[in-house]
């Protein structure tokens, strides 16, 4: 299958393109981090719920205390306005998603496979996830201020995939031939992409509650400890799936479906680093900041995978090419 | 005695604590860490000697503690255990409180519901009956109990999600039967690994000695294996322009069980991702690579012809090394056989450039094949008794000058070249060989069911949640509104309070009538409490 070297000049574009939106977001969702001013939690958590649980029964009853204190007019104008932008941050954050994905479709379809088959691709197919987690996570959660902690890894990766890991769109190996490179890989990024957003939001939780000088504008802890769990609590099932499907592959493409590649390997303790986050909350004494700390660990652990394995250990998973 | 007792005990009571099994998950992610980080033999058995070497005292400590073989290492294995006991014994213990917490009826309404995470209440026209059969209308699914209260109440405490435990218990359970599944494939697997020339040549899978390599399992001799047999009869080879391998296929035919006897045989294009699966056994293309053919006809007229694989040096343009070596004929006195012996080696190039003389591959596909080689003469050494790669001459032999160099030649197909004993080499051609593994692990099954209800359990017990509602209807005692009915609901997520808060409002808003202003505030309280 030839490559169409027009439509992946076209992704190519979309790709920057997405990266430079991404970069407008950060930038106005940074003044609202700065700037805006927060409604009391409570109340705006339960609109958002509200307004996400829709279509169910419930009377377009609730108007009431969100909006009404919203205007109450406590707001300066300065904090009103950088609310705004951060709600044109979203929406800008939408409108780069839109592009990325149009990065992605192009990319495969100038290839005639799926794009996440060499290092560039996955990385981009895992920021794609992580900001669309962001914004299921901000349906549920008021805390559109936090996109620019979110926003600027995602474009930190994209930016090291787009200038350092690039690769051409090219066909792959006879082993990466297989539909478990849909199925695998697609699984493994949908997971990395989105322990991203606990990642971050966990680093957050220990600046709230280990320097809460400096976390004025930062969310209730609790809130932030919520974020992570629910996310992470998605994303283990999916991540977990993933690495049994890739045993599955090895299986059929390298004779054992498990043999300690060094790729394999930090998968495993990824694994099992989120198993424990997931007891340590359950387990008192280790709840909140020894959880925090638990989860940004597994987050290290994944990028570690993703950037050290493949670029200097190097074992099977390398020939996928970088 | 007692104090020994006592001592048990207590180690037993710490070992299977949730806080050790915490600690113990640690130590594994950690003792597993070297092993991403270090060569492995199983992996790599040159690295691991190149490591030591370069690494002097430090290499040699790594060595003696089991660093280059991690996951078969002592301490590997005892974390890996004592995780194993700490999990059967917590588990243990759960599974009988499950089995009994999945038969219990829910628990008495609390008396005061107002304390709970989330709550209502509501005032209706309905009368108490009407009320608890709305809500046991509304509360289909879950698990109901009705109750009378004092002074002509009536309350339901429902409960759901009892699912999460189940999930949870198989999660767990599944994880054990997984690490015994890996045990028992660890004692009676084998791998074996074969070059089989892709011009008609036999492999039967018969014993040790078949192989080129093999790795038995720690309850595996070597004899008994399953009894098959394949000969590979063709190998197709694409590439895309840039020299990238796009299609590998090895066209075999195999037989085994009654074939055996029947000698038929039955074709299969083994393929990269499509092993073949035969009697409990599997077969894969490993990869893939050239044996050139070299013919040598000896001055009293005989001739001999050898094809033997030359290994890949570089896995994009498949530049090979090797050595192909010949006996004299005729010769019976070994002292003299020993000045005769003959072995070409050098590169073969499947697309020859030539930079300065030098040979150089230009591309992985049969384009342009050429060979540049030493012929060497004298003793190879072989019957020293000291075992040789089949891929090189012994040097020892060159340093002591019991062979020698005898002519030097870059041929192409068809090529001939003579020595000065009238010796005739010719480069007849090459042949493509298929590099082939054969693996059995008799639990690999069980370890996939295992995973698959390893992620099944995962998900339920993640992703439902424990959650209890009770409904409270008592005929109103408020002078102002006679007949009427005070409706409380109160809400418990038993595990994770989040998002649980919709679920209750949704059910609230269908019980309760339309809240009254002044019951916003509380509402908000309830949201509060939730995150
Ligand atoms: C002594 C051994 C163990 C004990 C006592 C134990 C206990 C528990 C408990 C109580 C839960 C439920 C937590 C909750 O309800 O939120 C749980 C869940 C879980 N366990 Fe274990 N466990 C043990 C070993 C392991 C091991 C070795 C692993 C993995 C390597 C593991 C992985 C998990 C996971 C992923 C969950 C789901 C987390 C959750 O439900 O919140 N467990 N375990």
Not at chain 2, 298 to 321: A, K
Not at chain 2, 359 to 387: E, Y
Not at chain 2, 490 to 517: H, M, N, S, V
Request: net charge neutral.
């Amino acid at each position: 299958m030839p490559v169409n070297e027009t439509l992946s000049t076209y992704s190519d574009w979309c790709y920057g393109a997405a990266v430079g939106v991404y970069v407008l977001a950060m930038l106005l969702s940074l003044v609202d981090q700065a700037f805006g001013r927060r409604v009391p939690r409570a109340v705006r958590e339960r609109e958002l719920v509200g307004a996400g649980a829709g279509g169910s029964a419930t009377p377009p009853a609730d108007p009431p205390a969100g909006s009404d204190r919203d205007g109450a007019g406590e707001e300066t104008d300065r904090g009103a306005r950088a609310r705004r932008m951060g709600r044109m941050a979203v929406a800008l954050t939408v409108l780069g998603v839109v592009m990325h994905l149009g990065a992605l479709v192009l990319r495969g379809l100038a290839t005639g496979r799926v794009p996440w088959s060499n290092m560039y691709e996955f990385g981009a197919t895992l920021c794609l996830f992580a900001v669309v987690t962001w914004l299921v996570v901000l349906r549920r959660f008021a805390i559109q201020h936090l996109s620019v902690w979110v926003l600027l890894p995602v474009i930190v990766l994209m930016f090291l995939g787009g200038v350092v890991l690039y690769s051409e769109a090219a066909p792959v190996q006879p082993a990466l031939q297989s539909y478990w490179l849909v199925i695998h890989v697609f699984a493994i990024a949908l997971g990395s992409g989105m322990v991203l957003v606990p990642g971050v939001v966990s680093g957050l939780y220990l600046v709230k509650v280990r320097r809460p000088g400096w976390a004025g504008r930062l969310p209730a802890a609790e809130v932030l400890d919520q974020v992570a769990y629910r996310t992470t609590v998605f994303a283990f099932p999916i991540y977990t799936a993933g690495v049994i499907f890739g045993a599955i592959w090895a299986e059929s493409a390298w004779g054992r479906f498990w043999g300690w590649d060094p790729k394999e390997t930090v998968a495993f303790i990824a694994w099992v680093v989120y198993a424990a986050y997931l007891h340590s909350r359950a387990t008192a004494g280790w709840r909140g900041g020894r959880a925090a700390v638990i989860n940004i660990v597994g987050f290290a652990l994944m990028v570690f995978n993703l950037f050290f394995i493949n670029l200097v250990v190097a074992g099977l998973h390398s020939y996928a090419g970088i | 005695m007692r104090a020994a007792l006592a001592f048990l005990r207590n180690t037993w009571r710490g070992l299977t604590s949730m806080r050790t099994a915490l600690i113990l998950l640690f130590l594994l992610a950690l003792a597993a860490m070297p092993g991403a980080l270090l060569p492995q033999r199983g992996l790599n058995a040159v690295k691991v000697e190149e490591y030591i070497a370069d690494n002097g005292w430090w290499g040699r400590l790594l060595e003696r503690f089991g660093f280059f073989d991690v996951y078969a290492s002592v301490w590997f294995s005892a974390i890996y255990l004592l995780l194993f006991v700490s999990l059967v014994g917590c588990l243990t213990p759960r599974t009988v409180e499950y089995a009994k917490s999945l038969r219990a009826r829910p628990v008495l309404t609390p008396r005061n519901l107002a304390r709970l995470p989330h709550h209502r209440e509501g005032v209706t026209d309905a009368e108490v009956a009407e009320v608890m059969a709305d809500a046991r209308r509304r509360l289909r699914g879950w698990r109901l109990e009705e109750r009378e209260e004092a002074d002509g109440g009536r309350s339901i405490s429902a409960e759901r999600g009892y699912l999460r435990e189940l999930g949870n218990l198989v999660f767990h359970f599944a994880m054990l039967g997984l690490i015994a599944a890996l045990a028992v494939g660890k004692m009676f697997n084998y791998e074996g690994q074969v070059v089989v020339l892709a011009n008609g040549a036999e492999f039967c899978n018969s014993g040790t000695f078949a192989y080129d390599s093999f790795q038995p399992g720690l309850r595996v001799d070597g004899t008994d294996l399953n009894e098959f047999c394949l000969r590979v009869n063709d190998f197709t080879a694409h590439y895309l322009p840039t020299g990238q391998a796009d299609f590998f296929r090895a066209d075999i035919e195999y037989q085994a069980g009654e074939d055996l006897a029947s000698n038929t045989w039955r074709p299969y294009p083994l393929e990269v991702n499509s092993p073949l699966r035969i009697v409990g056994d599997r077969v894969y293309l490993l990869g893939n690579g050239y044996a050139p053919t070299f013919t040598v006809v000896f001055p009293n007229g005989e001739e001999r012809t050898n094809t033997v694989q030359w290994r890949p040096v570089d896995q994009l343009t498949y530049l090979s090394e090797g050595a192909t070596k010949f006996d004299p004929p005729g010769v019976s006195d070994l002292a003299e056989r020993r000045t005769k012996q003959l072995a070409i080696t050098g590169l073969f190039a499947p697309t020859a450039v030539l930079q300065d003389n030098v040979l150089a591959s230009a591309f992985p596909d049969l384009r342009d094949p050429a060979v540049a080689i030493d012929v060497m003469r004298g003793d190879l050494g072989t019957d020293s008794g000291r075992g040789q790669s089949i891929f090189s001459i012994d040097q020892s032999m060159v340093e002591n000058g019991r062979l020698k160099r005898v002519a030097r030649e870059n041929m192409r197909p068809g090529e001939e070249l003579r020595l000065d004993d009238g010796t005739v080499i010719r480069f007849d051609g090459v042949e493509r060989f298929a590099y082939l593994q054969v693996s059995h692990d008799p639990a690999q099954t069980w370890v996939l069911g295992f995973a698959v209800l390893l992620v099944l359990g995962l998900g339920t017990s993640l992703v439902i949640k424990r959650r209890r509602v009770w409904v409270r209807a008592t005929p109103s005692t408020d002078p102002e509104s006679p007949g009427r009915t005070v409706v409380l609901l109160g809400g418990l997520a038993r595990t994770d309070q989040a998002g649980y808060g919709e679920e209750f409002g949704r059910i609230a808003d269908d019980l309760l009538p339309r809240p009254a202003p002044d019951d916003v505030v509380r509402q908000d309280v309830t949201a509060g409490r939730e995150t």
